[in-house]
T-cell receptor, first 114, second 114 residues
Framework: NAGVMQNPRHLVRRRGQEARLRCSPM?????VYWYRQLPEEGLKFMVY????????ESGMPKERFSAEFPKEGPSILRIQQVVRGDSAAYFC????????????FGPGTRLTVL | AQSVSQHNHHVILSEAASLELGCNYS??????LFWYVQYPGQHLQLLLK??????LVKGIKGFEAEFIKSKFSFNLRKPSVQWSDTAEYFC????????????FGTGTRLKVLA
């Protein structure tokens, strides 16, 4: 009974490099959400995806950040040209249905930008 | 703006002490409420949730929470904590008006001394 899987768990990048964070939702879940937790802050919504569609990316920075959830394979959160301020924990969650359905969270990826 | 406040950022207790973690939210409409826990190195797990009905909700591991609508509060309680309760606790709300974005508090780090 695998839960939400995220990899890598820890990622270190130098400024200007790209970071790719992967999320495999729970079996049977087609809704994926990404949240970011900056130091000393709560989790903040970034983007909501269904298979092959971005439903809501209102919480995602307009530049350098992108997300996808292809028909096959995990959801990817991509950060181009990382800066120190991108250092954070990035959590993925999935749900079976949209809306008020409980979201199940992965362990997170801790990104450190040197 | 919608927000969730957790006033205690760090709490240290001895085993067998009673626990109460505060959570207040700011939103004019109806919400569903959640408490999540993150044990060291693990993913966020749902402790309990309130959608409707009895405002006193019982969750896993002996935790309970009480929804007081007039105070916009959803405090988490446990009568006697154990060392294994050492974790970070997050309060979250979702407005029932068709959204899917969890609004999280900043979290409370609980340390229980053996």
């Amino acid at each position: 009974n695998a839960g939400v899987m995220q990899n890598p768990r820890h990622l270190v990048r130098r400024r200007g490099q790209e970071a790719r964070l992967r999320c495999s939702p729970m079996k049977g879940h087609s809704h994926v959400y990404w949240y970011r937790q900056l130091p000393e802050e709560g989790l903040k919504f970034m983007v909501y995806l269904q298979k092959e569609n971005i439903i809501d990316e209102s919480g995602m920075p307009k530049e350098r950040f992108s997300a996808e959830f292809p028909k096959e394979g995990p959801s990817i959160l991509r950060i181009q040209q990382v800066v120190r301020g991108d250092s954070a924990a990035y959590f993925c969650a999935s749900s079976q249905r949209q809306g008020l359905d409980e979201q199940f969270f992965g362990p997170g990826t801790r990104l450190t930008v040197l | 703006a919608q927000s969730v406040s957790q006033h205690n950022h760090h709490v240290i207790l001895s085993e067998a002490a009673s626990l109460e973690l505060g959570c207040n939210y700011s939103y004019g409409g109806t919400v569903n409420l959640f408490w999540y826990v993150q044990y060291p190195g693990q993913h966020l797990q749902l402790l309990l949730k309130y959608f409707s009905g009895d405002p006193l909700v019982k969750g896993i591991k002996g935790f309970e929470a009480e929804f007081i609508k007039s105070k916009f509060s959803f405090n988490l309680r446990k009568p006697s904590v154990q060392w294994s309760d050492t974790a970070e606790y997050f309060c979250a709300v979702i407005p029932t008006s068709g959204t899917y974005k969890y609004i999280f508090g900043t979290g409370t780090r609980l340390k229980v001394l053996a």
